[in-house]
Structure formats: C-alpha cells, structure tokens
C-alpha cells in the first residue's frame, strides 16, 4: 500500500475527518533522512492499514500547511484522532522506535 499525498485541499477530509487515527509524514524530497525513513513509514501503512491510516504532507508543496502545524525541521510526524493532534515526533526513528510512539493507536480502537 502507498502512503497517499495530501495537501491543503484534501488535508481536512483525509486527515481532520477521518474515523482512524492519522499518521502525517511532514517531508521534503531533499531531506535525506526524510527519504529514508520513507520505506518504514510505508511498510507501517501496509502492517497497520486496518487501524491507522498513514499520509505524508510534501512541506514545499504545502507551505501554508507546514506553518499551520509548526513544522521548524523534518521529517515531522503528527497522529490526529478525531481531529486533534495526540502525538507528535520527528526523525529518522527505526521501525521499532516508530511502533512504539504508536503503541496506543496500533493496538486499541480510539
């Protein structure tokens, strides 16, 4: 499964509106530890599908976004549930370090 772009216009029903939790991956194609980190965040949307949904937001093609979250450095990562922002973290964290953050939304229904 990809993990789906979203932008100003699709940020609100994707994210803001959604049912599941929402893991957003404030990234920049320049970033080196953004792209590397960029197999683990997908692997993670395919294992979890079911209770969280995963999406990335490009800063440079979403400034006004970035802003509004206080994006300062990235990779940025933000859960939303139910519209609010729950947990918040940033960089190139490894697989286990990542589900671990997310322990509460992987493994019960919020």
């Given amino acids: 499964?990809?993990?789906?772009?979203?932008?100003?216009?699709?940020?609100?029903?994707?994210?803001?509106?959604?049912?599941?939790?929402?893991l957003v991956d404030f990234w920049a194609p320049w970033c080196p530890p953004c792209v590397s980190v960029a197999p683990t965040i997908e692997q993670l949307s395919g294992e979890h599908e079911t209770r969280l949904k995963v999406v990335?937001?490009?800063?440079?093609?979403?400034?006004?976004?970035?802003?509004?979250?206080?994006?300062?450095?990235?990779?940025?990562?933000?859960?939303?549930?139910?519209?609010?922002?729950?947990l918040e973290f940033g960089g190139a964290l490894p697989k286990k370090q990542i589900e671990e953050k997310l322990n509460d939304y992987l493994t019960t229904e919020k």
């Fill in 1 to 22: 499964m990809s993990v789906k772009s979203v932008n100003k216009e699709t940020f609100s029903q994707e994210v803001l509106n959604n049912n599941l939790p929402v």
């Fill in 56 to 86: 990335k937001v490009n800063i440079d093609e979403n400034v006004e976004l970035a802003s509004i979250y206080g994006i300062r450095s990235i990779p940025s990562f933000k859960v939303f549930n139910k519209g609010e922002i729950v």
